[in-house]
């Protein structure tokens, strides 16, 4: 899988940082990741040169930053990658910049998932607060969201577990299926 990293918020974060820590995940991927779960992927960044330009309705901002046109066919980062192997896009961008988009939402520091026409999966991590100041930790974030896109890219696998639900005894819980997460159970821990 190749997971293009498309620096939006050069204002805030540089090429340099980004690539630092790439590199650093990389590393993470193959020596941490890897040998456990039998799942990789290459890195890259890209840049956008294109102008934001605020506020375009909600289907052709993701239209945009998906890569695709009207008709559906790639633009951008996304022409790139080999519909054959797969790939993903992660977008770092400044909440302050997408607060329009994702009112719904709310302010979180990524998500990822499967958006509009382009069947490729797409991530966004936020590299400042919801008050406009830049993140110290969004590399964390940026590090959780890959790993989750190699072992689950288009969010739909499963896994069977015992029913969490902390009301139903032990002894009365049920099996369930649960979205396959690597990172959301250990969210308040990091390294």
């Known amino acids: 899988m190749l997971i293009t990293v498309v620096n939006e918020a050069q204002d805030t974060v540089s090429n340099q940082d980004v690539l630092g820590v790439?590199?650093?995940?990389?590393?993470?991927?193959s020596h941490e990741f890897e040998p456990y779960w039998n799942l990789s992927?290459?890195?890259?960044l890209a840049t956008n040169h294109r102008p934001v330009v605020d506020p375009p309705t909600t289907e052709?901002?993701?239209?945009?930053?998906?890569?695709?046109?009207?008709q559906g066919r790639p633009t951008g980062a996304a022409m790139q990658l080999d519909p054959i192997v797969g790939?993903?896009?992660?977008?770092?961008?400044s909440w302050e910049r997408r607060r329009h988009q994702y009112r719904t939402l709310g302010y979180c520091y990524g998500f990822h998932g499967?958006?509009?026409?382009?069947p490729l999966p797409v991530g966004y991590v936020f590299i400042t607060e919801e008050d406009g100041r830049p993140r110290e930790n969004w590399s964390l974030t940026l590090s959780h969201e890959i790993l989750e896109l190699i072992a689950n890219p288009h969010v739909?696998?499963?896994?069977?577990?015992?029913?969490?639900?902390?009301?139903?005894?032990?002894?009365k819980k049920q099996w369930v299926f649960v979205r396959r997460e690597v990172c959301d159970p250990v969210l308040n821990s990091s390294y």
């Open 60 to 70: 052709e901002v993701f239209l945009d930053e998906l890569g695709i046109d009207r």
């Open 156 to 171: 739909n696998l499963s896994v069977e577990a015992r029913n969490p639900d902390p009301n139903v005894p032990a002894e």
């Open 41 to 44: 992927a290459r890195l890259r």
């Open 22 to 29: 790439l590199r650093a995940i990389t590393s993470q991927v």
């Open 114 to 118: 499967m958006y509009g026409a382009l």
């Open 87 to 93: 790939g993903a896009l992660i977008f770092l961008q």
